[in-house]
């Protein structure tokens, strides 16, 4: 049972535009977290929000964690080739004092110049 | 400043055969979890550990068993390969959730069993 359904799961678009991932779900989290992934390497935090509502900025990416705590945006301003990745969303359920994350299944970005 | 380190980074068994993955954080992290990542599927935990001596079973455990003798290692091992266990696993670690400050994921073990 995938908990969080992320779309689109495969994006490919032109420099220059702009672009959202969604990451939904009909469970609660204490937390949302994105990471991005490059092929060969592991997964690498983007950023973490906890509050319902909540929004964030890193640079041209904007995250927004949804007012019940049970979905969340990513929004990219002006997409750059560098942008190219493997994005994951990460819902975290708290268990015995750890931070258990269940994955979305991922949105594969690829912006052409 | 190592972070996460996963061994070997790739493998092929055979059918039957046993292996152990290796993962060693050096972030004195009290978390510690495996993933596996197959296309399509995003990533499941298999085994998460709260602590030294400690460990319990995620989504998918079967077929797999985990322990954590120190602190900075938690092992991963296969006793018998079965093709479906052919994946890329992750392992990452992490402080208490409070800190959110997210997961170090090591470089993932390509892993074949034919």
């Known amino acids: 049972t995938q908990l969080l359904e992320q779309s689109p799961q495969f994006l490919s678009i032109q420099e220059g535009e702009n672009l959202t991932v969604y990451c939904n779900s009909s469970?609660?989290?204490?937390?949302l977290q994105w990471y991005r992934q490059e092929p060969g390497e592991g997964p690498v935090l983007l950023v973490t929000v906890v509050t319902g509502g909540e929004v964030k900025k890193l640079k041209r990416l904007t995250f927004q964690f949804g007012d019940a705590r049970k979905d969340s945006s990513l929004h990219i301003t002006a997409a750059q080739p560098g942008d190219t990745g493997l994005y994951l969303c990460?819902?975290?359920?708290?268990?015995?004092?750890?931070?258990?994350?269940?994955f979305g299944q991922g949105t594969r970005l690829t912006i052409n110049p | 400043n190592a972070g996460v380190t996963q061994t070997p980074k790739f493998r092929v068994l055979k059918t039957g055969q046993s292996m152990t993955l290796l993962c060693a954080q050096d972030m004195n992290h009290e978390y510690m979890y495996w993933y596996r990542q197959d296309p399509g599927m995003g990533l499941r935990l298999i085994h998460y550990?709260?602590?030294?001596?400690?460990?319990a079973k995620g989504e998918v455990p079967d077929g797999y068993n985990v322990s954590r003798l120190k602190k900075q290692n938690f092992l991963l091992g296969l006793e018998s390969a079965a093709p479906s266990q052919t994946s890329v696993y992750f392992c990452?670690?992490?402080?208490?959730?409070?800190?959110?400050?997210?997961?170090?994921f090591g470089s993932g073990t390509r892993l074949t069993v034919v």
């Open positions: 469970s609660v989290f204490s937390s």
């Open positions: 990460a819902g975290g359920q708290q268990i015995q004092g750890a931070q258990k994350l269940v």
């Open positions: 990452a670690s992490s402080y208490p959730w409070r800190r959110a400050e997210g997961y170090t």
């Open positions: 550990s709260v602590g030294e001596g400690t460990t």
